[in-house]
């Protein structure tokens, strides 16, 4: 460290700070309590017992002293108290001094202030309240206290989507089953459309007939056939096309339509205001700041961690980062000294790479379309074999999805190890990879069925889709959706109690080299949510089949939620690669927004495109599902039909949609401007602080070459300042200068009298 | 709720409630572990104000704090003298100013007293040095440790001392994405 004169060293080599500089408004700020001497603490608590009545001179001083900084803080509304960074017995001093000046206030004012601070109780308190009410709160703290808050974040979003699946149910029963059940007790009456001449609306009915063999209940409850499918638990069931209540006539196919919309709206809207914080933090920062050293030393311990083990784990977590962060400076570096040949040499083994996964993915797709339509075909023909063969046909899409769900992460992180990126892209792209793996294989599943729907034997189809095997395909494909969600949640249960307690147990009494390999189970993060958006996904996509799947939904993630709690504390160690909360939150909302995405395409292209099944469901007697809409705004008063067909003419949508376009372009280049404006702050930042240096050091070496006339000094510079203002301060800088004041040879100071010979007041 | 209790008077509550970020009850309860701490040092019937102070060596005991790497400089932080003794005040204060609703500003004051092992107003490289070794119990090697601190002063050094003032923090801070969410202690 290069001489420098701004800081002195005393007798024993260290550094301490120039008296001049603890002068400056913006050290003074930070109000530190110092090992003050005895006198100056006796003076602080005899000042913190008295009450605001007294006015002993030195609490004057400084009741002055903090109005003035208040003055200098705060000119025109006040900060409530609690969030000044003061001892408590000055908070309260405050408060009192506050109290007084109130009542000098004029009625209106205190008024106001008075309900301010009532309605500021009565936030905290509903807050309080509210928070009470949440689900699991006792076990996310518990959670939080061994595992910390990456691992927190998981569960607090797998409370979220049992209330988001709770909310998409209430909507759905309320407008859609509701109105049904009450009909007959309201005297409503149903109307139901259908053309039962038509070849198109032949509804067999599904009904085991005869003596009903115990294993076909349960093979129905899986399957979601036999006596399920003729309940509200699907599609097929809503033979309601209008129910005419005695003054309003309900139209429920309307109803159904704008419920769907309706809730991905709400999951949308939701999940956007959640993800609100996470994304505007990420905006601000620059990628390279984003996992910083700084991040990871000053916020990286949780202060939250309350078991030893934990801790311990913790702390091996924070080395591993540090380590890793080290390693990638280290590879960062490589990077960047790569040469040309090795350049070459690496883009050709990514691109290899890249065609290879690609390949497996359609290899996977392939198997997917390939078993879908072996299992719709084996439930047509009405194959029977056995009780467990006939399952695993039901079943086969969900198998196929599963294993290929779970053999290509394993595959990717492999290849990714070839790819030779730096480790933070490298776990980002597996993840990517994986999300994009799961996702698309819903949409690979409903395009199969869809193929199978919309293909019959000759060219067209007379009623637009396969009536003579799908004579209500919607059920069917609600059917498909059940079965997911069903062996999703099996496949979960099964995991934990076959593969993950027997996993603990060999590791922990097993010393072979093979437990030692296979090692105890980490709690995996990411591949953990990918589990759960993708069983989301099911439920936005099938709740336009499946009305009730939410409901199924809320309860398998209720149950979820314990068994990974248990997992978790049984069988888990923390990942040794930690997933940050900050990051983590992003992350997750960002995958369910991809999963949202997803499954509005299915759903929309459904509704708009294919024919609507003419033998079932609200609306027999449209062509497709989106018909009911226009047809219901026809049915409407002129004004505001013309209003709405407004609306949707292209002349709005053309101009809405250039609107939009200058609001982004705008909002871009404001976001572009702050950046320099910062960039340009941080510079000054950094010359003003420089400046401050070389200004004390000048001013330091001028007093030094002038040592008779400090008395000079002292009298001049404190006429100059307010007296009364600076006293306060007097007082307080003592306890400064205790510390310091041994340690100067020399008198330094240039208007700081030491304690026992001020004598201004 | 305000009638049943003998411990403070309703001027009292009041002024807690204003001062921290705690409510009645919260206080109470505060009040209830600052207790059990000492229980033959602190009265029950805190309504004339008494003055007494709980050790560092019990507070630093607590569950909240027992696992953490920076009980002694948290604790140290709140008292009024640096020596870690606290009175009631100071410890509803500090459980206030690491509970979920202080604001960033307040806690960054109070962060970056605690990180400041010296007390002088800056972290050095010595005060880094130490926040990482009671981070990771000293199982980084020297050069590690060097390395570490050099990369944090760099990214946070704004006006070029080779140490980090409260401005240079608070600007760290501000854009650390993980602050608010770790530091915090649930009571």
């Known amino acids: 460290m290069e001489v420098d004169s701004v800081f002195y060293t005393d007798h024993s080599g260290r550094i301490t700070s120039n008296p001049l500089l603890d002068q400056l408004p913006s050290y003074q700020s930070l109000l530190y309590r110092r090992k003050s001497s005895a006198s100056g603490s006796k003076r602080r608590t005899s000042s913190s017992r008295s009450t605001s009545g007294s006015s002993g001179s030195g609490k004057w001083g400084v009741h002055t002293f903090h109005k003035n900084k208040d003055k200098h803080h705060n000119p025109v509304e006040e900060r409530p108290i609690r969030e000044w960074a003061k001892p408590m017995a000055e908070k309260r001093r405050d408060k009192a001094q506050r109290l007084e000046e109130a009542s000098k206030l004029s009625s209106w004012k205190q008024w106001r202030q008075s309900t301010q601070r009532t309605l500021r109780r009565l936030r905290d308190e509903a807050q309080e309240w509210l928070s009470s009410l949440k689900l699991w709160r006792a076990d996310i703290h518990q959670i939080e206290g061994m595992f910390g808050t990456g691992i927190l974040s998981y569960f607090s979003f797998l409370r979220f989507l049992v209330m988001l699946n709770l909310i998409i149910f209430l909507l759905m029963f309320s407008f859609v089953m509701l109105p049904i059940i009450i009909a007959p007790s309201a005297s409503g009456n149903i109307t139901f459309e259908i053309d039962y001449e038509s070849n198109c609306s032949k509804y067999p009915s599904s009904a085991r007939r005869g003596l009903v063999i115990f294993h076909e209940h349960i093979t129905d409850l899986l399957s979601g056939g036999g006596f399920l499918e003729q309940t509200y638990l699907f599609y097929g069931f809503y033979q309601v096309n209008q129910i005419h209540f005695p003054n309003i006539k309900y139209n429920l196919a309307l109803a159904y339509l704008m419920t769907t919309i309706a809730y991905l709206f709400l999951s949308l809207i939701w999940i956007v205001k959640r993800s609100a914080l996470g994304f505007k933090r990420n905006l601000v920062q620059d990628e390279d700041r984003f996992q910083s050293f700084c991040n990871k030393i000053f916020a990286g311990w949780d202060f939250c961690i309350t078991n030893e083990n934990a801790a311990s784990l913790k702390r091996s977590s924070l080395l591993y980062e540090l380590r890793t962060d080290l390693e990638e400076e280290r590879i960062k570096q490589k990077i960047a000294d790569r040469t040309r040949k090795e350049k070459c040499r690496i883009y050709l083994i990514r691109f290899i790479l890249n065609i290879f996964v690609i390949g497996v993915l359609a290899g996977c797709f392939y198997s997917i379309y390939v078993a879908t339509i072996f299992s719709q075909e084996a439930q047509l023909l009405n194959i029977k074999v056995n009780f467990i063969v006939d399952l695993m046909y039901e079943y086969l899409p969900s198998i196929v999805i599963t294993l290929a769900n779970f053999i290509t992460p394993l595959l990717f992180s492999v290849i990714i190890n070839f790819e030779d990126y730096s480790p933070a892209f490298e776990i980002r792209f597996t993840l990517m990879r994986c999300v994009f793996m799961r996702l698309t294989s819903i949409g690979v599943l409903l395009f199969s069925l869809w193929s199978q729907i919309t293909h019959c034997k000759d060219e067209t189809c007379i009623c637009g889709y396969n009536h003579e095997l799908y004579s209500c395909w919607e059920t069917r494909v609600g059917q498909e959706m059940y079965k997911l969600t069903v062996f999703d949640f099996i496949i979960i249960v ?219 000094h002292r009298s001049s510079s404190n006429g100059n300042r307010n007296s009364s203002r600076m006293s306060p301060s007097d007082r307080m800088s003592p306890s400064y200068h205790t510390s310091f004041s041994n340690n100067f040879n020399e008198g330094l100071f240039l208007a700081h009298s030491p304690p026992d010979t001020s004598t201004h007041v | 709720m305000g009638n049943k209790q003998t411990i403070f008077t309703d001027e009292q509550l009041d002024a807690y409630q204003d001062c921290t970020f705690f409510t009645r009850k919260e206080i109470l309860r505060l009040h209830g572990r600052y207790h059990e701490l000492a229980p033959h040092l602190v009265p029950m019937d805190y309504t004339n104000e008494p003055d007494c102070k709980v050790p560092l060596s019990l507070i630093v005991n607590m569950p909240e704090l027992k696992e953490n790497p920076f009980r002694n400089r948290i604790v140290e932080s709140f008292s009024e003298g640096g020596d870690g003794n606290l009175s009631f005040n100071e410890f509803v204060d500090m459980f206030s100013v690491l509970s979920e609703m202080a604001p960033r500003e307040l806690k960054a004051i109070y962060a970056f007293k605690i990180y400041d092992f010296n007390v002088d107003n800056f972290l050095c490289k010595e005060d880094l040095e130490k926040t990482l070794n009671r981070l990771t119990k000293e199982e980084l090697t020297p050069e590690e440790v060097e390395l570490v601190c050099d990369k944090t002063i760099e990214e946070a050094d704004l006006d070029g001392d080779n140490k980090l003032s409260f401005a240079d923090f608070e600007n760290m801070i501000s854009r650390a994405p993980d602050f608010l969410s770790t530091f915090h202690i649930r009571i």
């Open chain 1, 494 to 712: 099964a995991v934990t109690i076959f593969v993950e307690f027997p996993r603990k147990l060999i590791v922990r009494h097993c010393d072979c080299g093979l437990a030692k390999w296979w090692g105890q189970q980490e709690f995996s993060i990411p591949q953990n949510v990918l589990e759960i958006v993708y069983g989301q996904t099911i439920c936005w996509i099938g709740t336009f089949y499946c009305p009730m799947l939410p409901a199924i939904c809320t309860i398998k993630y209720f149950f979820i939620f314990y068994i990974k709690k248990v997992s978790l504390l049984k069988n888990c160690r923390p990942a040794t690669r930690p997933f940050r909360a900050s990051s983590s939150n992003f992350f997750f909302l960002a995958v369910l927004l991809i999963g949202l995405a997803l499954a509005c395409l299915p759903v929309s292209v459904s509704v708009a495109q294919i024919n609507c099944s003419q033998a079932c469901g609200p609306f027999v007697g449209y062509n497709t599902s989106w018909e009911v809409l226009p047809t219901a705004v026809s049915e409407l008063p002129t004004g505001v039909r013309s209003v709405i067909e407004a609306l949707s003419s292209e002349a709005f949508a053309v101009s809405f949609f250039v609107v939009t376009c200058l609001a982004m372009f705008y909002v871009i280049a404001l976001a572009g401007a702050h950046k320099k404006v910062i960039n340009q702050l941080r510079e000054q930042l950094v010359l003003e602080g420089r400046d401050k240096r070389f200004l004390i050091q000048k001013l330091s070496q001028a007093q030094r070459l002038s040592p008779t006339s400090q008395s000079q």
